[in-house]
């Protein structure tokens, strides 16, 4: 696929990875929020946009499940990208020159075990690749940067020290979004059905809304609850299954939670990623 992606961050974040990873025809665009990124889909800058949507270490995404029903935009797509931090240093720099590790809060924190047996000083950046930025402007022997490898190569950094991680396992899930829904064939293979749903204001109400996925036997992948607009009552569910919806247990599933819910509403029909597969 050709044309232009875009996705949250500076050129090098690990969105701009999955990107690259996902489709490497494609140029990237690098956008300063997840709203940016959705617009610039919608206003025609970039025809997918990649978002991310939880983390194997730190959960779900903020702000995500709140705007992606409310985008216009469909899943197309699922991409899986293994995070590996690297420890960046300017041109020249040594291990034992640096002081201060620069980087967003969350990858200091998958990478404490370096940080404490280097005795490094955590320092919280906006993004990774915005502190591999900031490291090669300021030209420091003594400043770091967690961030990943393409985050030293457009930045000119040295990778002192490469997948400096405390868990192995560290992935990230993101959704591709498009202006417009894909339509798998039902009776393809290995497909997934993400939707929204808002369940009535009634005694177990959630209980009766999921009962058809168990009778069925339709695998949910995900069920993540938010609040809607500040209310405490209106509660609505983001939800990632296996199938399509025109599939028979799919179907007689979506039914019955309709019954129970005053929403339903299909963000995307696509293919699971090889990643979920092999792990299948």
């Excluded at 300063?32 to 800058?45: H, K, L, P, Q």
């Excluded at 490469?162 to 829904?181: G, I, K, Q, S």
């Excluded at 039902?186 to 005694?203: G, H, K, S, Y």
Aim: overall charge neutral; charged content about 20%; aromatic content about 8%.
């Amino acid at each position: 696929m050709s044309g232009t992606i875009a996705f949250q961050g500076v050129l090098g974040a690990y969105s701009d990875l999955a990107c690259r990873a996902a489709y490497p025809g494609m140029t990237t665009l690098p956008c300063e929020s997840f709203e940016t990124a959705i617009d610039s889909v919608r206003e025609g800058r970039a025809a997918l946009a990649m978002l991310p949507c939880e983390n194997s270490l730190a959960g779900r995404v903020p702000d995500i499940h709140h705007l992606l029903p409310r985008s216009g935009l469909f899943v197309i797509a699922e991409q899986f990208q293994r995070v590996e931090h690297c420890l960046l240093g300017v041109k020249g720099a040594t291990l034992a020159d640096l002081k201060r590790a620069h980087s967003h809060t969350v990858a200091l924190g998958q990478v404490r075990r370096i940080l404490r047996e280097m005795g490094l000083q955590p320092v919280v950046e906006a993004d990774t690749a915005g502190a591999a930025q900031l490291v090669a402007r300021w030209n420091n022997k003594e400043e770091a940067a967690i961030a990943s490898s393409l985050a030293a190569e457009i930045y000119g950094l040295d990778i002192l020290k490469p997948n400096v991680e405390d868990a192995a396992h560290n992935t990230t899930r993101f959704y591709v979004m498009a202006p417009r829904p894909i339509t798998p064939d039902p009776a393809a293979p290995n497909l997934m059905t993400t939707f929204v749903f808002r369940v009535r204001n009634v005694p177990a109400a959630l209980y009766k809304a999921l009962g058809g996925f168990a009778t069925n036997g339709v695998n949910m992948t995900k069920l993540e609850s938010y609040m809607m607009d500040g209310e405490f009552a209106a509660t609505q569910f983001m939800c990632d299954v296996d199938g399509h919806p025109e599939q028979p247990a799919l179907r007689r599933a979506l039914e019955e939670l309709q019954f129970f819910s005053s929403e339903v509403r299909v963000l995307g029909v696509y293919p699971a990623a090889a990643f979920r597969l092999r792990r299948a």
